[in-house]
Each structure stands twice: as structure tokens, then as C-alpha cells.
T-cell receptor
């Protein structure tokens, strides 16, 4: 039962262009969403998050958009840089709940120079 | 000055053996976790401890026993290892909703 889905296992973009990573969720109780970035042989690191009371959160080159009615969120990276090449995980939780973060399967982003 | 450190990084062992993975965090967080990333790449929570007390146990087999001697440490002991236990195990601690992960322990059961 996949509550958080990242349907694209991989994405390849050119340096300087926009990268758009997508994530869908099924549990309407989720009210907080996070993106994590993972390099090989390292643990995931927190990138950016958004609460369900917002529809957009921006941090430098990274912007997360949330569409609650569609149960969809996306991470935009612009401009993309080769150092952004990593696996990106979408995660969700219900605040005030069991503190259980549910992760998607990840999307491997490759930014070509 | 590593925030969440876990050892060993790689663990290769035979079926039936018992092994432990250690985790320590120096972030002062009250809550620590064990996550498992299986062959399908899903990251799934196994256990969560808050200030040495177990708060989440995600129907993990009894062969897995977490131990938290203090709030900075959460170790994972696995008895009678099986082939299906092969995975990457991540320790983490949290501040509010944000998790801080260790670099993972790749366990291979032969």
C-alpha cells in the first residue's frame, strides 16, 4: 500500500534548465510534506518542506508546490546544477500523529553538464 | 563532528548469525529511529524511540531488537539473520518533523 508515490524512477536534465520532480499521495490525513536528497553511500538529507496550509515554499533554487485537491506535490530546481544529481525522496506525515514519516521510492535526477 | 553516526558501514554475514548496528547522535534530539531501505528502494520505518522509550514498532519481526541506553544512542540487534534481512539500514534522529539520517549500514546476508 504505497501512500506516497514517485512514479518517475529517473529524470535527466541539462545544466541550467529546470528540474521538476513529482510526487503523489493517497492519504488525505497527511498535512506536512518534505523532500530529501540522497547521494550514493550517504544518508538522505533534508532539502525543503511544506505544510498543507501553504501551496508554495521557496528556498533559493528549490521550490516545492502543493496541490491538495490533486494530492500532488512537486519540487522545482532552477537552474539545475550537476551537483544536484542525486536521488530525491518525497515524504509525508500527519502532524500530531505518530511521527511516522512515509517515503516515496525516490527519483534519480541526473543533471548533465 | 558527524551529527548521526552509525557503524559499521558494511556488514557481510552468514544466515543464522546475530549482529548489531550501533547509532549515536550528537544533535541533542530526543527522538531516534531505525529505517530500512529494501531492494525496491523503499525507506520504511522500523522503530522510533523518544527519550529511551519505544514509541513506534512497525510490525518488525521479534528477531530485531532495538536498544536505547540513553537518548543519544539507539542500537539495533538482529538475531538469526535471514536472507531477506539484506538491506540498507539507516539510523536517524529528529527535530520537529525533520529527520537527520546517518550514512547507512549495508547489510548482506549470505
Amino acid at each position: 500500500d504505497q501512500q506516497v508515490k514517485q512514479n518517475s524512477p529517473s529524470l535527466s536534465v541539462q545544466e541550467g534548465r529546470i528540474s521538476i520532480l513529482n510526487c503523489d499521495y493517497t492519504n488525505s490525513m497527511f498535512d506536512y510534506f518534505l523532500w530529501y536528497k540522497k547521494y550514493p553511500a550517504e544518508g538522505p538529507t533534508f532539502l525543503i518542506s511544506i505544510s498543507s496550509i501553504k501551496d508554495k515554499n521557496e528556498d533559493g533554487r528549490f521550490t516545492v508546490f502543493l496541490n491538495k485537491s490533486a494530492k500532488h506535490l512537486s519540487l522545482h530546481i532552477v537552474p539545475s546544477q550537476p551537483g544536484d544529481s542525486a536521488v530525491y525522496f518525497c515524504a509525508a506525515l500527519t502532524q500530531g500523529g505518530s511521527e511516522k514519516l512515509v517515503f516515496g521510492k525516490g527519483t534519480k535526477l541526473t543533471v548533465n553538464p | 563532528d558527524t551529527a548521526v553516526s552509525q557503524t559499521p558501514k558494511y556488514l557481510v554475514t552468514q544466515m543464522g548469525n546475530d549482529k548489531s548496528i550501533k547509532c549515536e547522535q550528537n544533535l541533542g534530539h530526543d527522538t531516534m529511529y531505525w529505517y530500512k531501505q529494501d531492494s525496491k528502494k523503499f525507506l520504511k520505518i522500523m522503530f522510533s524511540y523518544n527519550n529511551k522509550e519505544l514509541i513506534i514498532n512497525e510490525t518488525v519481526p521479534n528477531r530485531f531488537s532495538p536498544k536505547s541506553p540513553d537518548k543519544a544512542h539507539l542500537n539495533l540487534h538482529i538475531n538469526s539473520l535471514e536472507l531477506g534481512d539484506s538491506a540498507v539500514y539507516f539510523c536517524a534522529s529528529s527535530r520537529q518533523e525533520k529527520l537527520f539520517f546517518g550514512s547507512g549500514t549495508q547489510l548482506s546476508v549470505l
